[in-house]
T-cell receptor
Framework: KAGVTQTPRYLIKTRGQQVTLSCSPI?????VSWYQQTPGQGLQFLFE???????NKGNFPGRFSGRQFSNSRSEMNVSTLELGDSALYLC????????????FGPGTRLTVT | QKEVEQDPGPLSVPEGAIVSLNCTYS??????FMWYRQYSRKGPELLMY????GNKEDGRFTAQVDKSSKYISLFIRDSQPSDSATYLC?????????????FGKGTKLSVIP
């Protein structure tokens, strides 16, 4: 069974731009969660989607948004990029909502200049 | 006080040693305890999870939870060079219809042949 895939793997953007990251979960998984990982703050929960609905949200500003499609694929959008948004963005999928037994993708490395 | 504290290391041990990795947490509402392993340039991989106080064993790995002390541990027996990675504890709490997953910042482990 194929794992979680994320595209693109690397991205360089300029401050003020917006970016969209994509995540394809493991086949049959209906829950997708997004995380930001930085050396300073570690791994932080952004939000969780299940059956196209946002189930939970972490403590991030409204510039961070996401959505989930009927095939469980998910996208995350960051608008008005700031230098501090440079991070590894990880997507994880699981069978059901609840953030249990998640399988992570390899991440998208975003650099904001 | 951060919700989850984890010594970042780095921790360096000889092959065959017993490794002890630890986290402390502050919120007694935390219910679900996990350990993830993250290799360089990869997403985290779930190693073990448990709900209850006590020990849970899986091969060379033992997860221990002490809810009275708000302390969790991961022990690795007969450590191998392939165990060299960053280990993250993760704790989930549920309450008032929502839940959150909080990660420690990770301990970087090197097992020297």
């Amino acid at each position: 069974k194929a794992g979680v895939t994320q595209t693109p793997r690397y991205l360089i953007k300029t401050r003020g731009q917006q970016v969209t990251l994509s995540c394809s979960p493991i086949s049959g998984h209906r829950s997708v969660s997004w995380y930001q990982q930085t050396p300073g703050q570690g791994l932080q929960f952004l939000f969780e989607y299940f059956s196209e609905t946002q189930r939970n949200k972490g403590n991030f500003p409204g510039r961070f948004s996401g959505r989930q499609f009927s095939n469980s694929r998910s996208e995350m959008n960051v608008s008005t990029l700031e230098l501090g948004d440079s991070a590894l963005y990880l997507c994880a999928s699981s069978l059901d909502a609840g953030l249990d037994e998640q399988y992570f993708g390899p991440g998208t490395r975003l650099t904001v200049t | 006080q951060k919700e989850v504290e984890q010594d970042p290391g780095p921790l360096s041990v000889p092959e065959g040693a017993i490794v002890s990795l630890n986290c402390t947490y502050s919120n007694s509402a935390f219910q679900y305890f996990m350990w993830y392993r993250q290799y360089s340039r990869k997403g985290p991989e779930l190693l073990m999870y448990t709900y209850s106080s006590g020990n849970k064993e899986d091969g060379r790995f033992t997860a221990q939870v002490d809810k009275s002390s708000k302390y969790i541990s991961l022990f690795i027996r007969d450590s191998q060079p392939s165990d060299s990675a960053t280990y993250l504890c993760a704790i989930r709490y549920s309450g008032a219809g929502s839940y959150q997953l909080t990660f420690g910042k990770g301990t970087k482990l090197s097992v020297i042949p």
